[in-house]
Structures are given as structure tokens and as C-alpha cells.
């Protein structure tokens, strides 16, 4: 009698990711009381970088954009300083990924601007953009820098063009961009670049999904599916897919991913549900996760990416009674590793004025760094210069670790040398979440000596100096904005040295931690 063997797989596949949880800011920890858009532009409205947040917000005469610094939560001053330089509604905000202190907007006005903001935040209404561009004909809706080439900014109009900026041109005013795209035929409603911006992709509102390349603007795919009319696109990192997310033919929300080679028919397609709002998709290329936000709606989708069939694993959901408007997304440098933080998204939530942080966290007992979910991620070095760039050289991103203490993040010294301004280095703040106290102490003592050196260089030329400020700044205050600025700037200096305690209290049980295993390890081995 022979036993026939019959192998058994599991209904269920192995995830480190399978249970991601989302968890909503406190209100404290939340930005109240911020006018935002009233914009029907189905864009995000905001942008974040670990020092600072941006948000497109309702304003009579012209358009204008908040600044705020990441932690200056809690009730919003009505009367905050503005970035106010357009005339007409601003419709897209954009960080530059290589430098935390500049930001470029797209407005109604046919015009992008590109801003400096001080290291200390807006503290009065910024009306002088650093860079402006002109050369649309119609509104421009939609701004994207690129991916690893440093001051290469793209813009897309009204007019159905997309054009290539490069900012390193000395003029104040830019007129003609490096090249002009005109493929389509209709307004693009999204863009998206690969990992080391060779190739990106768009979608149009005439239901075609275009692959080009940037640099010479060729033309390489194009999708025309019936079943499935897209509204934004995605290149899924070096995975060689694009993930479309739009709706059916019977006007059902989906998703539909597909071959990079061959876009003739999509790998797959999933209808999600009958909902009309617009579906934002986010990408973590160092993760493989995909988040699904819709406009209007309160909750969160979100998936496994692979590159093997059945290509997308649901994952679960997050769940919200509080509709969104847009979202903005936190580097990756900018998270919360103590906490294994993932992912975290900034929430426009219209309906009370607010704005809410929520973090996406992989459980963990250890609170010991978790270097399986934290591989080395883009930086915010550049890889080229816009003139290697231009020339035909591709590069991917230049790589750091998100471990702590490992690498400290100095964008507002590296993008002072191609603006032009020689800023002072101590500008370059830490940010939170990612620096030792031995690295902090070391870094104070470098920075006292360099400016005790520049003072003894340029002591006649420059003004006398007190707690890293001119003296004229210090006078007392004479008037009530006078008086409300200098206390919004103690209280930021009262949060920041709060963020280097909480830093040092979670490098201590590191610390303590550590110390506790090898103990605990030590009689083991001399058994």
C-alpha cells in the first residue's frame, strides 16, 4: 500500500508588515484653527519635510501657502505670516527633497515660484519668491521635483504642457524652461517618477496612462484601456510597474497595476468601491507598501506590493470618521524610529480646520532599533547637478540609514552654496528623532569654534552676535506683532530644547537596555 503525499500551503502568506496599525496624533500634537483651501483641484495641498509643514490655505486677493515648523502644534495664530507672492489661487506646494528650507508653488497666475524660507520659520508675510518661472501659457495645477538630479523642477499646465526647469540659471526670472513636453492632448493629472528619475509617467484627463523620457521628452508607452479611466499614477520603485488608481467603466473606484514594458493591458485590476471621490496612492519603495487615500474619505487602504502574482496583498485598513481633503507625507528621515514608525501622513481634515499627523507603526516589543524594517532610504544628498543631468547622466539616490546618531541631515548648508547665500551652518538644525546627545554636545563645541574663527575674520563686518542672533533682533519689542513674534519664537525654542530631553530620556533606555543583554548574555557564554 503506498501513502500519496499531498503538500499543504498556508490560506495565509508571511508578512513583517501584516499588522501595521495606524495611529491618530493627540489633539495637542495636532495643527488647529489653519484655513485650508477651498480649492476643487484634486491635489494634496500640503507638503512636509522634517522641519517644516506646508499648507495651501483660503485668502482673499491672490493665493497664498502656511509655513508652519513640524513642531509648532496646537491652535494656529489666525494672523500668521504668510507666503503670499501670487496673484491668483496657489493649487500645488512642493518641498525641494535636497533642501529643507526651499519650496516652490504653482498657481492660477500662469507662474511657478520658488521660495527661501528662513531657518526660523515665516516671521513676516514672504512676498519675494527666490526664483520665478515663467513660460505657461494657463494655470499651472501640478509641480514635481526630481527624484536624485539637485534644482531640476517640473511643471504641468492648463495648456497640456509639461516643462523642465533648471534653477541653477542665474536669472531671478526664468522664461524658458530646458525642454517643453507635448504629448498630450488634455490636462495631466498626476506625474511620477522611478527611482533614478530616467523614466516618468503620467496620467491625462483623455484616459491615456504616457511612460516618457524626461530628458528628451520621447515618448516610450502608452495605455488606452476602456475599463479602467486612471486619474493618478505611480512608478513602483525599481519593480518596473506602475500602479494606476481612477475608475471603471460603471464608475466603480479601482486600482490597476501594470507592466512597464507593455502597457497595452493592465496585470491587474481591483475595484475598490462606488465612492466618487479621487484615489491618492503613496508608495514606500523601501517597505513595498501601498496606502490608498480617497478624497472625502475618512479611511486608508493599505497593501504589499510584489513582484510575483497575485502582485498586491491587502493588508488592512485605518479607520477614520474624520473625511480628508489631501495628504501630506514625512520623509523617511523624518520619522519616528524609537517607535518603528514606517510611515506617517498629515491629514486636512476641511470640516474643523485641522490638521492631523498619523503615524503607521509596525508593533514591536524590542525598543531597540529595527534595522529589518529600516534598510538604508534615500537621503537628501543629491546624486547629480542639473548640468550632469542634462548632459544624459542617470544616477540613483544617494542612500543613508535611518539609524540613530548614524547621519545628520545639514540640506540648509549643502543648498546654500546654489543659492548663492552664504547662510550660516548653524541654520542646519538636527532633526528630531534621529540624533545622540554625545552627537549634539560634539556638534555645539565644532559650532562655538567655527563662529569663534568667523568672528575673529569678520568681527568689523559683521554685527555683534547673542544666543545665535544679531543684537538688533534682541532690542525689546515695540509693538504687539513685534511682542507676538518674539513669543512664538521662545515658545520654539522651548519645544526644541523640550525634543533634546525626550531624545536623551529615549538614548538613556537604549542604553540601559543594551547594558541589561549583554549581562543577561554573559553567563550563557561562560557556560
Known amino acids: 500500500m503506498t501513502v500519496s503525499k499531498m503538500t499543504w500551503r498556508p490560506q495565509y502568506r508571511s508578512s513583517k508588515f501584516r499588522h501595521v496599525f495606524g495611529k491618530a496624533a493627540t489633539k495637542e500634537s495636532c495643527y488647529d484653527g489653519v484655513p485650508i483651501t477651498c480649492s476643487v483641484q484634486d491635489n494634496n495641498f500640503c507638503a512636509v519635510n522634517p522641519r517644516f509643514l506646508a499648507v495651501i490655505t483660503e485668502c482673499a486677493g491672490g493665493g497664498a501657502f502656511l509655513v508652519l515648523p513640524v513642531h509648532h502644534t496646537g491652535k494656529v495664530d489666525p494672523h500668521h505670516p504668510r507666503v503670499s507672492g501670487h496673484r491668483g489661487n496657489v493649487l500645488d506646494v512642493k518641498w525641494n527633497p535636497f533642501n529643507d528650507y526651499c519650496i516652490a508653488s504653482c498657481s492660477e497666475d500662469t507662474t511657478v515660484k520658488v521660495w527661501e524660507i528662513p531657518p526660523h520659520g515665516v516671521l513676516k508675510n514672504l512676498t519675494a519668491a527666490w526664483k520665478e518661472l515663467q513660460g505657461h501659457s494657463r494655470r499651472v495645477g501640478l509641480i514635481e521635483w526630481h527624484p536624485t538630479a539637485n534644482n531640476v523642477l517640473f511643471s504641468t499646465a492648463y495648456d497640456y504642457k509639461v516643462m523642465i526647469w533648471n534653477l541653477d540659471s542665474p536669472e531671478q526670472v526664468i522664461k524658458n524652461p530646458v525642454r517643453t513636453i507635448s504629448h498630450h492632448t488634455d490636462v495631466v493629472l498626476s506625474m511620477s517618477f522611478n527611482t533614478d528619475g530616467s523614466l516618468f509617467a503620467t496620467t491625462c484627463k483623455d484616459r491615456k496612462v504616457r511612460l516618457m523620457e524626461p530628458r528628451s521628452g520621447n515618448l516610450l508607452q502608452e495605455a488606452n484601456c476602456k475599463t479602467h479611466k486612471a486619474s493618478k499614477v505611480l512608478l513602483l520603485g525599481n519593480l518596473k510597474m506602475l500602479l494606476t488608481t481612477g475608475t471603471s467603466r460603471w ?87 524609537s517607535s518603528c514608525e514606517v510611515f506617517r501622513f498629515y491629514k486636512l481634515v476641511t470640516i474643523k480646520s485641522l490638521i492631523e499627523p498619523l503615524s503607521m507603526i509596525v508593533p514591536r516589543r524590542s525598543e531597540s532599533y529595527q534595522e529589518d524594517i529600516y534598510p538604508m532610504t534615500a537621503g ?90 544679531d543684537l538688533a533682533l534682541c532690542s525689546p519689542p515695540r509693538t504687539e506683532n513685534e ?39 554573559q553567563p550563557q557564554s561562560s557556560l
Do not use: C
Not at 491587474?268 to 462606488?274: K, M, T, V
Not at 474619505?297 to 513582484?307: A, F, L, T
Not at 546654500?416 to 560634539?442: C, V
Open 483 to 521: 511682542l507676538r513674534l518674539k513669543f512664538l519664537k521662545q515658545q520654539e525654542e522651548i519645544r526644541r530644547l523640550r525634543e533634546l530631553l525626550h531624545q536623551r530620556d529615549v538614548r538613556v533606555k537604549q542604553l540601559e537596555l543594551e547594558i541589561k543583554n549583554i549581562k543577561n548574555s
Open 380 to 469: 537628501i544628498t543629491p546624486a547629480l547637478t542639473a548640468e550632469e543631468w542634462l548632459s544624459g547622466v542617470d544616477k540613483g539616490p544617494v542612500l543613508m540609514s535611518l539609524r540613530p546618531g548614524s547621519q545628520v541631515a545639514e540640506s540648509y548648508s549643502e543648498m546654500s552654496k546654489g543659492m548663492g547665500n552664504t547662510r550660516d551652518s548653524r541654520r542646519s538644525q538636527s532633526r528630531p528623532g534621529m540624533l545622540q546627545l554625545a552627537y549634539i554636545q560634539d556638534q555645539l563645541q565644532t559650532k562655538d569654534g567655527k563662529e569663534d574663527g568667523s568672528h575673529a575674520v569678520d568681527d568689523r563686518s559683521r554685527t555683534p552676535v547673542r544666543n545665535g542672533e
Open 251 to 337: 464608475n466603480d473606484r479601482q486600482i490597476a497595476l501594470w507592466d512597464q514594458d507593455d502597457l497595452s493591458v493592465p496585470l491587474l485590476q481591483e475595484n475598490l468601491d462606488g465612492s466618487s471621490g479621487v484615489l491618492f496612492p503613496f508608495y514606500d519603495p523601501d517597505t513595498h507598501m501601498l496606502y490608498v487615500a480617497g478624497k472625502g474619505d475618512g479611511n486608508i487602504r493599505y497593501y504589499e506590493i510584489s513582484s510575483e502574482k497575485p502582485y498586491i496583498h491587502y493588508l488592512t485598513e485605518y479607520r477614520s470618521h474624520l473625511p480628508q481633503k489631501g495628504m501630506g507625507v514625512m520623509p523617511k528621515r523624518g520619522l519616528d524610529v
